[in-house]
């Protein structure tokens, strides 16, 4: 049980989901107890079959989970975590990676970067964050896939290039932080022109409820689009209040009515302004933020 943690980091990371990831988790063990005492003795590692497992079926998970995101409703929005420290944590006594083919542990656990990781195949993704984030060699990764090791450092190759293609300079986080609590006391405000002036031009808003929270159907883009957006939903729920809170290692907000957190939001911050806002309302991806 040692490796619980481990192994919940690893699979939130290739799944985008905490509770799919516990589930990942949870079918783990049962397969590990499944084997009889002989079969578990003769395992000289534990920590690595347990992994092993893990990601294979998280990497089966991925390959259907496409389909299961062309039937859910809206828009698909990684779920985002609260200010945990474990989070954060790689493989203890891991092999060293060249610092230029890695992320940090920060990044990878960030909204944007989760988002970059939808778009990559399951065999690409698998492959990055176990070697590229988790340190895991590509011999190991290799027995994990079932591919050549070769194959697995193109895998990952080609990953790390859609990750450089979308990153942008990094933004001190006190900037970030200072950032997104202007843009809240704007919203607050009702400040049309302040807001504004925080969005980027091309800001993209993208909104997941689920089917089960109203939001906008379509991702919204433009910056007067989006303050006229903000504005809107500041009228229509006067009760609601605005927090400023770590949302997946970064500044964020979230919005609470009679106490209760209703929304999440995580942003993306380029050249001092904000250029895309991952608001996450389905309260199914709330759970972590409303549970005690």
């Known amino acids: 049980m040692r490796e619980r943690r481990q192994l919940i980091n690893l699979a939130y990371r290739l799944l985008g989901s905490l509770a799919e990831a516990e589930d990942a988790v ?9 084997l009889t005492p002989r079969q578990r003795e003769a395992i000289q590692s534990p920590g690595a079959w347990l992994t092993t497992v893990a990601s294979r ?20 929005v990684p779920e985002p975590l609260p200010d945990r420290t474990e989070w954060f944590s790689g493989r203890p006594g891991g092999a060293t990676v060249d610092p230029a083919e890695r992320v940090t542990l920060d990044e990878s656990i960030s909204m944007a970067f989760l988002v970059v990781l939808e778009s990559m195949t399951p065999a690409e ?44 300079p990094a933004t001190p ?11 809240k006391m704007a919203w607050e405000a009702k400040d049309i022109d302040a807001l504004v002036g925080l969005l980027d031009p091309n800001v993209t808003v993208v909104a997941d409820g689920g089917g089960l929270a109203s939001t906008m159907a379509r991702p919204l883009e433009g910056r007067e689009q989006v303050a006229r957006y903000a504005i809107d939903i500041a009228r229509r729920v006067p009760d609601m209040m605005f927090l400023e809170r770590t949302v997946n290692g970064q500044p964020g907000l979230i919005a609470q009515q009679d106490g209760v957190t209703v929304t999440v939001l995580a942003f993306r911050i380029v050249a001092g ?10 309260p199914e ?8």
């Open 26 to 34: 949870q079918e783990t063990y049962a397969r590990w107890y499944a």
């Open 57 to 76: 079926i998280c990497l089966d998970l991925l390959g259907s989970a496409r389909a299961r995101r062309e039937r859910y409703v809206g828009e698909w």
């Open 125 to 168: 993704r698998v492959a990055f964050v176990l070697h590229d984030v988790f340190r895991y060699s590509f011999a190991e990764v290799a027995e994990i896939v079932g591919r050549t090791p070769a194959a697995c450092r193109q895998l990952a190759s080609s990953a790390r290039r859609r990750i450089r293609a979308s990153q942008a």
């Open 173 to 183: 986080a006190a900037q970030q932080a200072g950032i997104v609590r202007d843009f």
């Open 273 to 282: 302004r904000i250029r895309n806002i991952w608001t996450v309302r389905n």
């Open 285 to 292: 991806k709330l759970r972590s933020w409303t549970a005690g």
